[in-house]
């Protein structure tokens, strides 16, 4: 019973493992699927994962062999595959493949054939100074070595493989001249080459104005397309190749026949009628010939495409040619400003200027209307428009004065002055110059000048005082005083101190130029009196420039111009006087018997001018300036012995001298 129930557990057993099985599948659903599955996958696999592993055990064994090989050193030769050009220089040396080269490229030359028989050959044989093509074969070379020398050796061996299984190419350089081509071209063809003419006038004028005017037929042309020849120069250099080239020569067809030109002959002649042409601008003035524009006319299509027939009209770029000739004389560049200040003083200036030239185009407009039309007044002088270039620093925006322009010019001349006196001059000019004076101040002339002795550079002049001849420094600088005075007066500045000379002293009766105005427009100094003054009442600082030109002195106040304006009346001249005797003065300053004369005699006289400033807001201030001038005596020293004038001393000599008032002498 043991035995059966054993065997009928066992039966049970099995049947219920199996529908447990069954069951537990059911349950498990299509994932037990899925894992049956890949049981059944994982079952057959070992036969492809070994095949696998096969392959890539031999493609590496090939790589490795490979990149052995590939990634030795490639000792003194170039890496096969490898082309310079079109040569091949695959494992040649340097020397071999150099040589390969030169043999290659030895003799190349451009061939261009013509359709009309013959060749040239470019660059000619000898005699070529500039070269037109040359090959730099050193640098190719260089790059073609490198090949495969990489210092990381993966990527040596990747250009080494690179280069044997696909070919390596490098470019051989080079340099074509393409503007001695072109010259070559020109120079080598100018027989396939015959510009069109277009039918036109031929205007011959002789010396006297005649003129004689015919037709000139026109006639085909025939010309080559060198921008194309030059393409494909540089192909063929670019290969190194050595095909012909073929010219092609194409024809052109006149635009303008007889048939065109001939009524304008009629039309030609009334515009030389109206010739020569007087012209100006900016002072300058010349003549335009008849025979100048008798080569200027030329007939041309009207229209985009001449639909509106030919007309007569004048060559623009002969006209540009010469009116730029003509104009190089007016021609100036722009300049910016420069103000530069040092210790409170300005150490620098310099204006700005506009840039100027002529208005080519505007001009060549002007000029066309004149010359075909005509003016509707006749005689008309072609005043030609130039125009205007602004500096990009000008003088307003250089400085934080306010000193933009000039308010003044005021200007003396002293020729006929001794060398001390010149001197003196120029030295209290340039203590002057770039002085600035600040609105509301009042300027003293002998506070900016300062102390006047050697020291300052100032030499003597012999000066008389009462009897006594004695050398004094600053002698001529009243010369400064009244080119001051000058400039003060035409800046519309009010004056508040000056003194006329005692006597007229002929340096101041002139002009900047020299020319005679006559007396009454000077101020005197000596220091410490008398002084020249005058007050700065603009609305900015004034900046004192002075010039020496020859022997003009010129004094120039720049500064803002805030709408004052300026009259003088004429210097009214009178009250005549006649100048006493000369009067000697012995020295022993001179030598014995040499006698210089300080003084010219001058006649006295009284002078008179107004003086009226009138301000923007219509304000006018009139002063009157009145100065009474001595006659006075011409004053000569004598050179004499000293016991001469001990006698005298001693009342064994008369002098028979007067005294001589000298107020006004030092400083003239």
């Avoid at 208005?359 to 005509?374: F, K, N, V, Y």
Wanted: glycine share 10%.
């Amino acid at each position: 019973m043991t035995g059966r129930v054993s065997g009928h557990t066992a039966s049970i057993y099995m049947k219920t493992n199996r529908a447990g099985s069954a069951d537990l599948l059911r349950a498990r659903g299509v994932r037990k699927a899925g894992r049956g599955k890949n049981i059944r996958q994982r079952v057959r696999s070992p036969f492809p994962v070994r095949g696998v592993a096969v392959f890539l055990f031999i493609l590496t064994a090939v790589l490795i062999g490979t990149f052995g090989l590939f990634a030795r050193p490639g000792g003194s030769g170039i890496v096969e595959g490898v082309y310079v050009g079109p040569v091949y220089v695959g494992g040649m040396t340097i020397e071999e493949a150099r040589e390969a080269i030169r043999t290659h490229v030895d003799g190349f030359s451009l061939t261009f054939t013509s359709p009309l028989g013959g060749a040239s050959v470019l660059p000619p044989r000898g005699g070529q100074v500039r070269p037109l093509l040359s090959f730099e074969t050193e640098s190719a070379l260089d790059q073609a070595f490198g090949i495969g020398r990489h210092s990381n050796i993966l990527m040596a061996a990747a250009s080494r493989l690179g280069a044997s299984m696909f070919g390596k190419r490098i470019a051989l350089p080079h340099s074509l001249d393409e503007e001695l081509l072109d010259t070559l071209l020109h120079r080598e063809m100018s027989d396939l080459i015959r510009p069109t003419r277009e039918a036109g006038l031929r205007i011959v004028v002789d010396e006297d104005g005649n003129y004689h005017i015919e037709v000139v037929p026109e006639r085909a042309g025939t010309e080559i397309d060198v921008d194309r020849l030059i393409r494909l120069a540089r192909q063929r250099v670019e290969t190194v190749s050595s095909e012909p080239i073929e010219v092609e020569i194409s024809e052109h067809d006149p635009s303008i026949h007889v048939s065109d030109v001939e009524p304008l002959v009629s039309e030609a002649g009334p515009i030389l009628e109206r010739l020569p042409l007087d012209v100006s601008v900016q002072g300058e003035s010349w003549t335009i010939s008849r025979q100048t524009v008798a080569s200027w006319l030329i007939t041309s299509l009207q229209g985009d495409a001449g639909d509106d027939g030919v007309v007569l009209t004048l060559d623009r770029d002969k006209m540009r040619k010469y009116l730029e000739s003509r104009g190089t004389s007016i021609h100036t560049e722009a300049s910016d400003a420069v103000f530069r200040l040092e210790d409170g003083r300005v150490a620098e200036f310099i204006p700005s200027t506009e840039g100027r030239s002529l208005d080519l185009e505007a001009s060549i407009e002007l000029l066309t209307r004149l010359i075909l039309e005509g003016s509707e007044t006749g005689g008309e002088v072609a005043v030609l428009p130039i125009t205007t270039v602004s500096p990009k620093t000008d003088t307003a925006t250089s400085n934080p004065f306010g000193i933009r322009e000039i308010i003044g010019v005021g200007e003396t001349n002293f020729r006929g002055s001794p060398s001390n006196r010149r001197h003196n001059i120029a030295v209290g000019a340039a203590t002057l110059n770039n002085i600035l004076i600040p609105p509301g101040e009042e300027f003293s002339l002998i506070g900016a000048l300062g102390e006047i002795d050697a020291a300052h550079g100032y030499l003597p002049e012999l000066v008389i005082k009462e009897t006594e001849t004695i050398p004094e420094y600053g002698g001529g600088l009243c010369q400064i005083g009244s080119t001051a005075f000058r400039v003060a007066l035409d800046s519309g500045l009010p004056i508040t101190e000056r003194r006329n000379h005692s006597y007229r002293v002929p340096y101041y009766e002139r002009d900047g130029d020299g020319n005679y105005i006559g007396p009454g427009i000077d101020a005197t100094i000596y220091d410490p009196a008398p002084d020249f003054k005058f007050i700065n009442d603009t609305p900015a600082h004034i900046l004192i420039r002075t010039a020496i030109d020859g022997n003009r002195l010129t004094f120039t106040f720049w500064g803002t111009d805030d709408g004052r304006t300026v009259e003088m009346s004429d210097v009214k001249v009178w009250n005549y006087q006649p100048p006493p005797e000369t009067k000697y003065v012995k020295t022993t300053e001179l030598p014995i018997g040499e006698e210089k004369c300080t003084e010219s005699a001058h006649a006295g006289s009284n002078t008179a001018f107004t003086y009226t400033v009138t301000y923007a807001d219509d304000e006018k201030k009139e002063t009157e300036f009145v100065s009474y001038y001595r006659p006075w005596q011409a004053i000569c020293m004598v050179g004499v012995d000293p016991s001469e004038l001990e006698k005298e001393e001693a009342g064994e000599i008369n002098p028979e001298m007067t005294d001589v008032d000298t107020a006004g002498v030092t400083g003239d």
